[in-house]
């Protein structure tokens, strides 16, 4: 067995180890705290990463961590985990099924795994950069070559004023086929199983980031930041089809 199938094998443990605390909590009255950011944190939260860290300690003690609920350890590791329980923590707490886990797998700090898995669905969905899977079947983005046919997402239309050019993106907007908000990791999910052609966000944290890197190229589809450059250094994400993604980049930022 090669070290990346061990890993992709243990991406299903930790995934399956992490929806099983998930499930408790889905559409039950959990309770509800806000973080220093604002942003929400629940138990299920929080439990789900503790899970998914006692697992990586107990397998890979060498290997570093990096999560959302409980920060960084093992800070110069050459392997490092990324983890995020519940990417969509707002659509988690009112019941949508617009979220799930991200787990990433770094090595000399470059994406070489990525997972989103959905625990209520059971929809499990991993790439490597060169091929994406989804329930073990290859996962395509779909051929876009025409903003006018194109399913445009994002997760939050007004941080797009906040952190970006709002006037940019509704030229966007005016061009593209259809536009929604079903975002979080899930629209990236959509993007790489075929179902929406460009999914964009503002402003990213690590955790939500660099889990969706191997995800998308392994997907064939092409990942950056904002304005174009690489997205394992950039705080923000404009994922897409191949076939457009330069002519998105040239609307946002010209």
């Known amino acids: 067995m090669s070290e990346l199938t061990e890993y992709k094998n243990f991406c299903k443990v930790l995934s399956q180890a992490s929806a099983d605390v998930i499930k408790k909590y889905f559409r039950t009255d959990v309770s509800v705290e806000s973080k220093k950011d604002d942003s929400p944190v629940t138990i299920a939260d929080r439990k789900a990463e503790e899970v998914m860290r006692e697992l990586i300690m107990k397998h890979f003690p060498d290997h570093g961590i990096v999560g959302e609920e409980f920060g960084e350890t093992n800070k110069d590791a050459e392997n490092k985990w990324i983890l995020d329980p519940i990417d ?38 991993i790439g490597d950069n060169v091929e994406t899977l989804i329930n073990g079947k290859k996962s395509l983005v779909r ?5 006018s ?38 629209g990236y999910y959509l993007l790489a199983t075929g179902y929406a052609d460009i999914m964009i966000d503002p402003i990213m944290s690590p955790w939500d980031l660099l889990p969706l890197i191997p995800i998308i190229k392994g997907a064939g589809g092409i990942i950056s930041d904002y304005q174009g450059n690489d997205a394992v250094k950039g705080k923000s994400t404009v994922a897409s089809a191949s076939g457009i993604h330069s002519e998105i980049i040239t609307l946002l930022n010209n």
């Open 149 to 186: 046919q194109a399913v445009l997402l994002t997760t939050d239309h007004l941080n797009i004023e906040k952190y970006q050019n709002i006037e940019k993106f509704n030229m966007l907007i005016k061009k593209v086929k259809l536009y929604r908000n079903w975002g979080d990791c899930y």
């Open 143 to 147: 051929n876009c070559n025409e903003l």
């Open 88 to 125: 969509g923590t707002k659509s988690f707490i009112c019941g949508a099924y617009s979220f799930g886990t991200l787990i990433g797998l770094l090595k000399n700090d470059k994406p070489i795994l990525g997972v989103y898995n959905h625990p209520i669905l059971n929809d499990f969905l």
